[in-house]
């Protein structure tokens, strides 16, 4: 066995392959010490091969114990060793000891998506845990997990999809695993990135898959019949399909009481219209439309403008660039050089740009609405999509000034109904509440 | 889905000041336009829920698969391509006067075809869309915009420089005996109902149009609105001399807290959007009536990849925009508006005579060819519960 393992992996230098002697009789044994638990291995075989060793115990051990599998494919061998097993060949016989080595034992902190009130507990890089995760929260018997094997991926990450049986449309189940049978890269490192390997269309405008590293949010959609998809390696699961307002919902408004939660709801949908059109509005009032606003703020506007001496539209290209400069650099940056360049950021933005006569002081409160209401986006990935759709509304309204936005935003609600997510609507009102009330009313939940 | 058919209903209530509604009543204010008024109400309401109560048998067919059910080939595709061409033509003459419009009082100085081009390729963008995400865009649109409009119109009745005794005066005008022109006019008040032509594909089986007196509320509301706001705002005589007669109403209003002092500006925004709106839909209308007329093309509401001859229909539908803009000037405009408003309620005539006979037969089980739609099918494609 030994010089098979040793033939298919090319003899590495931290495989350990020993023939091991005790006495009364050999066993062949190997295994990668990076990859395997090694307090298991010493209980699980060395202790019992050797100074407790009884012939008839340790072959009854190799048949019973849960942790052997009778190994018998030479195949198999190598793959196995590379997942974390030890293999010994012990009377003519091959077994895989699974004994990997777990870095993660407890749930991660909440990092991207914070809760005040809700569960601090997130997704870790190990997907058994990520697992029981899930079970432990969504502990009913209708939960599917079903294991999507790809052959043609060199990484051999381990790829769940997770649904509610009773609950999930079975159309979308098919179209989920034939999607991601399509996904034709060999090498997939993260969830985001299977995410855009699974959306339909590479060049969307909008997400289409939710990713997100909250059990909690999981479990929601679990229950509203949606479909998850988890992948070893990667602390966020894939929920889909997903709506545009689920991406902005965050969970304290499932938490948090009823009025302050619309209140941050209707906070963030007018956010993402102003960090969306206010630059695009700036340019066609003071370039296009100065009559609509009232006299003694287009007066107050065009005055600030006074010492600069371009058109409006390259005064807010040029606080935009920095602004979005200035998000990368301090996002990328380590974190103690972080604050230094906000702080010089800042500096930039906000005094020294307007004194110079750059920009005038206007353009700097659109620059800094942009980007806070771009931060109050619960979801990252929809930020930044959110982020690009705003150059759109700035060139048409270089060109064609007010009419060109109100076009413009009719547009992308046309762009937005015409989406589906796994053939359901992505932008539509009303879709889900009576489907889902009705539900509820016909399973009652029992407490503990 | 019923709320569906009411925002077509309540959208063109909404939409009549753009096809020049208000300005050919108006014209008539002292000779029968008041009396007239009541008679479309009554006709409108009674087209309205006669033919969508017609429609109620049909399930899941729209217009087309009537006519291939009932009607010999070359009739349906007469009928088919008559309809077409009432529908495009009306999105035509709202988008030239709407770019016209804007052009006056938003980009006086940029050509008047620049604001036409942005204005037709959003339309055809939005019209060659399936009509599910027609749908879609038509309830969120209006669920933004209309809280807005019916702000602005009550702050327009509500205001203290509206001038009830000229309306008074006016509404004195009722007993005078009713002229044609206004009744044909007022009755476009009430053709919302005529998107059931169309999205009626979109309703399952067991579909009924409930609640049909929002008809008679919202549009009769809608009718005295356009009307008399305009009258008490410039007085009895004065409101005769305005071509853009709501555009100049709402100049009248202010607002005293706003960033936008004039109203007039966010009424031209609040009516771009549903411009686009009455023009996605028309049009979207008459590129399904002319698919219907090839055996090619079988009807599928939801199919969100946009086959290659919707953008063609579309793109001949802005192409004959921009021929008709190239003709027109505003008079001649409102005289087209005119003859489009009088056609179109003979075509609503035909279709109410149709419909009735096609209920008709299918009471009596006559009909032409068998059922082809699927067993069990519901409007969101996929399969009942």
Redesign the interface.
């Known amino acids: 066995m030994l010089k098979e393992v040793k033939n298919k992996l090319g003899n590495p230098d931290d495989l350990i392959s020993e023939t091991m002697d005790n006495g009364y009789t050999k066993m062949e044994f190997c295994f990668f010490p990076g990859m395997c638990d090694i307090n298991q291995v010493k209980n699980g075989i060395l202790v019992p091969f050797s100074y407790r060793f009884d012939p008839d115990e340790f072959r009854r051990m190799l048949r019973a114990d849960l942790a052997f599998i009778h190994a018998d494919k030479p195949d198999e061998w190598a793959s196995m060793l590379l997942k974390g097993c030890a293999l010994l060949e012990y009377e003519g016989e091959v077994f895989a000891f699974g004994a990997v080595r777990r870095m993660q034992t407890k749930p991660d902190p909440t990092e991207v998506e914070a809760s005040l009130q809700g569960p601090q507990s997130a997704y870790t890089e190990d997907l058994d845990l990520n697992l029981n995760l899930v079970r432990t929260v969504y502990n009913s018997t209708t939960l599917s997990v079903e294991w999507h094997q790809k052959d043609n991926i060199a990484s051999q990450s381990r790829i769940m999809i997770l649904y509610d049986r009773e609950k999930a449309?079975r159309?979308t189940v098919k179209e989920v695993r034939t999607q991601l049978d399509k996904v034709g890269k060999n090498l997939i490192l993260g969830a985001g990135q299977l995410a855009k390997l699974m959306s339909h269309n590479r060049h969307r405008l909008f997400p289409v898959i939710l990713l997100t590293e909250r059990p909690d949010r999981t479990v929601m959609h679990l229950n509203k019949g949606k479909i998850v998809v988890m992948l070893d390696g990667s602390r966020f699961a894939l929920l889909m399909p997903v709506r545009f307002f689920d991406f902005l919902s965050a969970m304290d408004d499932y938490y948090e009481p009823f009025w302050m939660s619309r209140f941050l709801i209707v906070l963030r949908y007018i956010s993402m219209l102003l960090t969306l059109t206010l630059p695009a509005l700036y340019i066609s009032i003071v370039s296009?439309?100065p009559e609509?606003?009232?006299?003694q703020?287009a007066f107050s506007i065009d005055g600030s403008r006074a010492a600069v001496p371009y058109p409006s539209f390259i005064e807010v290209l040029i606080m935009l660039f920095m602004i979005e400069a200035l998000i990368e650099a301090s996002i990328r940056l380590p974190r103690f050089v972080g604050s230094t360049a906000a702080t010089v950021g800042g500096l930039i933005l906000g005094q020294a740009a307007q004194q110079a006569g750059l920009v005038s002081s206007i353009m700097i409160i659109v620059t800094s609405v942009v980007a806070i209401s771009n931060f109050v986006i619960p979801n990252s990935t929809f930020s930044y999509f959110i982020r690009i759709i705003k150059y759109v509304f700035v060139a048409v309204s270089i060109f064609?000034?007010?009419?060109?936005v109100?076009?413009t935003?009719?547009?992308l609600?046309?762009y937005?109904?015409?989406?589906?997510s796994f053939?359901e609507?992505y932008?539509?009102?009303?879709m889900n509440a009576k489907k889902h009330a009705g539900k509820d009313q016909t399973k009652p939940q029992k407490a503990g | 889905m019923v709320?569906f058919f009411y925002y077509h209903v309540i959208y063109v209530g909404m939409m009549n000041i753009m096809v020049l509604v208000p300005s050919m009543l108006i014209s008539h204010r002292f000779n029968g336009a008041v009396s007239a008024m009541p008679i479309a109400i009554v006709s409108g309401t009674l087209f309205a829920c006669v033919t969508s109560f017609c429609f109620q048998r049909f399930p899941g067919m729209g217009l087309p698969e009537l006519y291939k059910r009932f009607l010999p080939r070359w009739l349906g595709i007469a009928l088919n391509l008559l309809g077409a061409f009432a529908w495009a033509t009306g999105g035509i003459i709202v988008l030239y006067s709407y770019s016209n419009t804007?052009g006056l009082f938003?980009?006086p100085e940029?050509s008047p075809y620049?604001?036409l081009a942005?204005?037709s390729a959003?339309c055809i963008?939005?019209a060659s869309?399936?009509s599910?995400?027609?749908q879609?865009?038509q309830?969120?649109?209006l669920?933004l915009s209309s809280p807005v409009i019916f702000w602005i119109m009550f702050k327009a009745i509500l205001s203290p420089w509206l001038d009830w005794d000229a309306i008074r005066v006016v509404a004195g005008r009722i007993t005078e005996p009713p002229s044609v022109v206004p009744f044909f006019a007022a009755t476009f008040v009430f053709s919302g109902y005529l998107n059931v032509t169309l999205f009626n594909r979109l309703t399952e089986r067991g579909h009924r149009y409930k609640h049909l007196w929002i008809i008679p509320v919202f549009c009769s509301f809608f009718l005295l609105v356009s009307f008399f706001v305009p009258i008490g705002f410039h007085g009895t005589q004065a409101v005769g001399n305005y071509l853009y007669l709501w555009s100049v109403t709402m100049d009248c209003l202010i607002m005293k807290y706003?960033?936008?002092?004039?109203v007039l500006?966010l009424f031209l925004?609040l009516y771009?959007?549903l411009s686009?709106?009455f023009v996605?839909n028309t049009w979207h209308t008459a590129m399904e009536f002319v698919k219907a007329c090839t055996r090619r093309y079988p009807p599928r509401p939801e199919q969100?990849e946009?086959p290659r001859i919707n953008w063609y229909i579309c793109t001949v539908f802005a192409v004959c925009t921009f021929g008709y803009a190239y003709m027109m000037n505003d008079l001649r405009n409102q005289m087209v508006s005119e003859l489009w408003l009088i056609g179109r309620y003979f075509i609503e005539l035909l279709l109410l005579l149709l419909v009735i006979l096609f209920a008709c037969l299918e009471r009596k089980g006559v009909r032409r060819r068998p059922d082809p739609r699927p067993p069990t099918k519901n409007a969101n494609?996929?399969?009942g519960p």
């Open positions: 449309n159309d296009y439309n609509v606003f009232r006299v703020l064609s000034g007010l009419i060109g109100v076009v935003l009719f547009m609600i046309v937005l109904c015409n989406m589906r053939g609507p932008f539509a009102l009303f | 709320r804007i938003f980009n940029t620049i604001n942005i204005m959003a963008w939005a869309r399936c599910r995400s027609v879609f865009t309830e969120m649109l669920i706003g960033f936008i002092q004039r500006y925004l771009t959007l686009l709106l996605m969100p946009v494609g996929v399969p």
